[in-house]
């Protein structure tokens, strides 16, 4: 019998749509997938036939292909274990069919069938969306970040057993509520560092509220312990708060990263990136062997915080100037080109001098004259 059902996957911060197609045959044995998959996803064999005998299903005995379309997008993580598994419960005459029309599914699965949280869940429901799909079923713990995305339902589901019997029509699951604007607004408003702390500090103070009123970039220069790295960690405070459209835009950079710290479905506040002096390019700008945004992207709408500025590899800093002139960075690889966002704002602090005492007030610089 042939199925296909929907997921999705991650190219740039945005999703593509994945129609996964399933087929059981009689001749052979065998789960077969195909549809350029990654490692990840050619080991999801395992993961469905032991969650499949956890969860009291039996695997089918016959020849199965799953093709992951389009054929030449390379499917990357462990998201495409849900759909993959509900698609051969469907094909299996364990679900009907139908109950599959207009949905989307995303989500990892260990081996006693819980479906686990993945990446990338905010894009995915933008896109189900775009494609006006009705709904979208992802990992419980997913639900409040795909929430914010108005004119879809958002089903959390726990287990694949949890998630056979909602689509049997066994079990009903409520559609995920949205976080309210009031409690953004409120959550938006609440600093565990801020601005209004400091105390002295006058004309640092003056040059940070110019450069957060008219996006400029700043340097600090001071001896060890003067407070440039507590000025900088409050520059967020002092920032415009986020709007809702700033904070869907930021959200889906975090949410294709895999970072926490999403509230309620949204980043409420301004994000403060601070990457030590021997990260390299890479993981600056973005990339890598499966694309993934960098610090600069990371920091988008927010403060990227270079601390000890001469320590920074000169390769490393070059690597700035085209997020810094046109506000996005283009990764392009042999195997892929990716763009990402990166308008954020640059504050770097470093020391005067080697030792850091160059007129410092009380203590002498021991450096040579040449430093």
């Known amino acids: 019998m042939f199925v296909r059902t929907y997921s999705g996957a991650i190219v740039g911060i945005d999703a593509v749509t994945v129609a996964v197609e399933v087929n059981i045959a009689g001749g052979g044995l ?11 996803v050619k080991e999801s064999e395992q993961r469905i036939r032991a969650a499949f005998e956890n969860s009291g299903e039996r695997f089918p005995g016959r020849k199965v292909v799953v093709n992951l379309a389009p054929a030449d997008l390379r499917k990357e993580g462990a998201g495409f274990d849900l759909p993959i598994a509900v698609g051969i419960l469907a094909a299996m005459q364990r679900i009907a069919p139908e109950r599959l029309q ?3 599914f995303a989500g990892e699965l260990s081996l006693d069938g819980t479906v686990m949280p993945v990446r990338g869940v905010l894009p995915l429901a933008l896109r189900a969306r775009a494609e ?8 419980r713990a997913n639900v409040a970040e795909a ?10 589901v726990e287990s694949l057993r949890q998630t056979l019997a909602y689509l049997a029509g066994e079990e ?5 509520e949205p976080l309210p604007v009031r409690e953004f607004d409120r959550e938006a408003g609440r600093f565990d560092e801020d601005f209004a702390d400091v105390r002295g500090q006058a004309h640092a103070k003056r040059a940070l509220e110019i450069a957060a009123a008219g996006g400029h970039n ?14 900088a960690r409050r520059m967020p405070t002092i ?13 889906k950079i975090h949410s294709v990263a895999g970072k926490e710290g999403v509230s309620g479905g949204l980043l409420t506040h301004r994000p403060f990136r601070a990457p030590h002096h021997l990260t390299s390019q890479v993981a600056l700008i973005g990339g890598g062997q499966s694309p993934r945004p960098g610090e600069v992207s990371l920091a988008h709408n927010g403060v990227l915080f270079l601390d000890e500025l001469p320590e920074f590899g000169r390769s490393v800093l070059e690597v700035l100037r085209q997020p810094l002139e046109e506000k996005r960075i283009v990764v392009s690889r042999a195997k892929y080109s990716v763009e990402y966002p990166a308008n954020f704002t640059l504050v770097a602090a ?12 009380t203590k002498e610089c021991t450096c040579a004259p040449g430093a």
């Open 30 to 40: 065998g789960l077969y997938l195909v549809g350029l998959p990654d490692n990840a």
């Open 218 to 231: 700043v340097l600090l220069i001071g001896s060890p312990g003067s407070g440039k790295t507590m000025l």
């Open 102 to 104: 207009g949905a989307m």
């Open 172 to 176: 009903e699951i409520a559609p995920a």
């Open 147 to 156: 929430a914010v995305v108005e004119g879809i339902e958002v089903i959390g």
């Open 350 to 361: 470093m020391n005067p001098c080697p030792c850091g005492y160059y007129n410092h007030p």
């Open 239 to 251: 920032l415009p708060p986020l709007s809702r459209e700033e904070a869907l835009e930021t959200t």
């Open 132 to 139: 006006g799909l009705a709904r979208i079923v992802l990992p």
